[in-house]
C-alpha cells in the first residue's frame, strides 16, 4: 500500500479528483464558467458564480462518470498542480543557472541569456509534468465508495462559495 492510499490523504486525492471532475462536467454544459477550487480531507470548495442545484447535478455526473471509468476528467489543465511544476522547474533551473556567477551583478547579468533559455525550457517541461503529476500523485478518480454528504452556499463579500462535503 502506497502512502498516497492512506487515510487523510486518499480522500484529499479522490476530493480533488471529484472537484476536477465536477468543474470539467460544469464546463461542458456552460463553456465560458469561471470557477476555481480547492480540496482537502471533508470535501471541496468552489469559488464562482453558479446554482447550488447546478453544482449538485454536476457532482452528481461527475461522480457517475469517474466511477464508469472517465478517469480522464480527474486532470484539469488549470490545476494548481500544473503551476506549481512549472514553477519548481523554472526556479531550480534558475537558481542552478546562477550558482557559478559569483557576487558581481555584472557576472548575473551576462548569464541573463542562459536563465531565460532555462526558464523558458522548464515551461515547455513543465506542460507535461503536470498532468502526471495530478494523476499519479495529486488526485485519485477511484472514488471508492465516496459520496456527498452536503452541499453547503456561503458568501465572502461579491464571490459565492459552495463547500461540497464528503465521506467514505
Same mark, same amino acid.
Given at each position: $500500500? ?19 471532475? %465536477? ?13 476555481? @477550487?480547492?480540496?482537502?480531507?471533508? =470535501? ?24 464508469? =471509468? ?29 550558482? %557559478? %556567477? ?10 541573463? /541569456? ?15 509534468? =503536470? ?9 485519485? /478518480?477511484?472514488?471508492? @465508495? $465516496? ?20 465521506? =467514505?
Amino acid at each position: $500500500m502506497s502512502i498516497l492510499d492512506w487515510g487523510p490523504l486518499s480522500r484529499v486525492r479522490r476530493n480533488h479528483a471529484l472537484e476536477h471532475a %465536477t468543474l470539467q462536467v460544469m464546463a461542458e454544459a456552460k463553456p465560458t464558467l469561471r470557477m476555481a @477550487g480547492y480540496s482537502d480531507a471533508k =470535501g471541496f470548495w468552489l469559488v464562482g458564480v453558479a446554482e447550488t442545484e447546478e453544482i449538485a447535478r454536476a457532482v452528481e455526473q461527475a461522480i457517475i462518470r469517474l466511477n464508469r =471509468g472517465e478517469h480522464n476528467l480527474a486532470i484539469h489543465p488549470n490545476c494548481g498542480t500544473n503551476y506549481v511544476a512549472a514553477g519548481f522547474l523554472a526556479g531550480t533551473l534558475a537558481w542552478l543557472g546562477m550558482l %557559478t %556567477t559569483g557576487r558581481g551583478l555584472r557576472n548575473k547579468l551576462e548569464r541573463w /541569456p542562459v536563465i531565460v533559455s532555462l526558464v523558458t525550457l522548464a515551461t515547455i517541461f513543465a506542460q507535461p509534468l =503536470g498532468p502526471v503529476l495530478q494523476e499519479r500523485i495529486t488526485t485519485s /478518480p477511484r472514488l471508492n @465508495g $465516496m459520496r456527498v454528504t452536503g452541499i453547503e452556499r456561503r458568501q465572502r463579500g461579491d464571490t459565492p462559495l459552495h463547500r461540497v462535503l464528503t465521506s =467514505g
